[in-house]
């Protein structure tokens, strides 16, 4: 199909996300570098570049302290490359300059800024599993980054200001609404998948209808200004379903995983939806629970949790959807542990929890934490918010962090540990990634307590050298990111399939400075 505005052309596809799982196995005598290699004067210069795990002790330590004073050196000009050499040298061995530069990643801190061209942006969220970032500008440009390398995947022109913006959980298709119209691309090709004529309304979501464990159906579901839901098949982009909502506009998001869909209404309805049988799974109105707002929305969420943050012109609030499916009751709650005293479910009460904040941007990550800008600090403040384990709507802020500016949009990453990787936009400038994180284990003392941080890392928030910094680097060896490594080495599954991190592919050497 031909479209009416012009394409912008991205140099290389997104790698393909896939979850990934946390590595607390065997420490890691990884190597990457290359002061300790030989040069082209010994005769070896048409020789095939050495893998890192060739090199030996002496060399790994070299090239661990020259990568991590590297990474000390840049930390507040290049962030990202900063971040990147850190893991490289740890992966290296452990010295005393490695584990600096790893314990300035165990404090909150900046890990890289993304490009969007200088437009301010007008949403922002994460794909399911953390790996990519999308972001609509104020001039209709719809944008993804890949996270892990800063790389903008994809850069494509609508024909409008976006309003709404959604990726599907495999992080492949990128819809936007924009006026009457929303469009669906293929993040991988570049290519319009679908335009489908929404006549106005609100609400766009990707989900899936899921019977006996086994995914059905993909949909795209759309609100309309009548508050019914279509249900538009990704398989031939043809209209399947429809469910009646309310009579009035709803927002909407993904539930557990995509397999339900959440709706809210201004006046704060919220109701759950299994997308197999288009049934209610429960409704609650959240002013029965004392709140008295109104334009309640949900804050962004990158995997739709069974905690779901609302945002309203009154404050933030944390929904137990287990709440909304069983009422005001309380809600069986099952243990996962083994003993006499776990052998049967526990009880807790129905909850909404109002967070002790201001009106303001917040998203959520996951289950155990979410994040809020201050407005009576002018929104340059980040507060981060965490629940301890086993609890619902039990929500505490443990760390605050000033930004620089006025803080506009702000996104959450949903990943398997326990860092806590947002992303901020502030007014004209394309988003910053940060890590909320604190790491209580640091200073790492010895070896093995800086390879379980590296592990943490390369599954939480892994940052890749790109080709040509590789080049750059760590001439003559071959490209191996030690994030990949870990992931190739430790986290084969049972298909002989791996998962996590995968790697830009290399591209022509990076031309040296004079």
Known sequence: MDLPFPRVRVPSTPPRTAPVRLLLALPLFLCLGASCLPSADDGTADAPPRSVSDLDAGERERLADALAARSLDTAAEDPRLSSALALEAAGLARTDTSAAAMARLAEPHQIMEFDSGGEGLTSLLFSAHGRFLAGSTERGRVLVWDVYTGDTVFDEQAPGPVQ?????????????????????????????????????????????????SLIEAHFLALGSETGEVALWNTQGWEFDAEITVAEEPVSLMASSYSAALATLTDEGTLGLWDVATRQPLGRADLRDSGLTGRDFRFAPSALGPEDIAVASDEGVFIVSSDAVRSGDGPVNMPQYCSGVFCDKPSTRPSAHQRLDTPPGPAAQGNVRFLVTADRESGFEELTLWETPP??????????????????????????????????????????????????????????????????????????????????????????????????????TDTHGTTTGPTPPTPGPAAPTAD
Request: charged share 25%; glycine share 8%.
């Open 390 to 491: 086993g609890t619902v709507a039990d929500y505490r802020p443990v760390e605050s962090l000033p930004t620089a500016r006025a803080v506009e949009l702000v996104a959450a990453a949903s990943t398997t540990t326990g860092l806590h990787v947002v992303a901020v936009a502030s007014s004209g400038s394309g988003p910053a990634l940060w890590d909320l994180s604190r790491d209580p284990y640091a200073p790492y003392l010895d070896e093995g307590s800086l390879t379980i941080a590296l592990e943490a890392r390369c599954v939480g928030a892994p940052v890749l050298l790109g080709p040509r910094e590789w080049e750059r680097e760590l001439p003559d060896l071959a490209y191996e990111p030690v994030c990949v490594r870990i992931r190739d080495e430790q986290t």
């Open 164 to 212: 709404e913006l959604t990726l599907d959980w495999r992080s492949l298709l990128v819809a936007a609404r924009t006026g009457d119209d929303v469009i669906v691309w293929d993040v991988d090709s570049g290519e319009e998948e679908a335009r489908i004529d929404a006549a106005g309304g609100r609400g766009t979501a990707f989900v899936s209808s899921i019977r006996s």
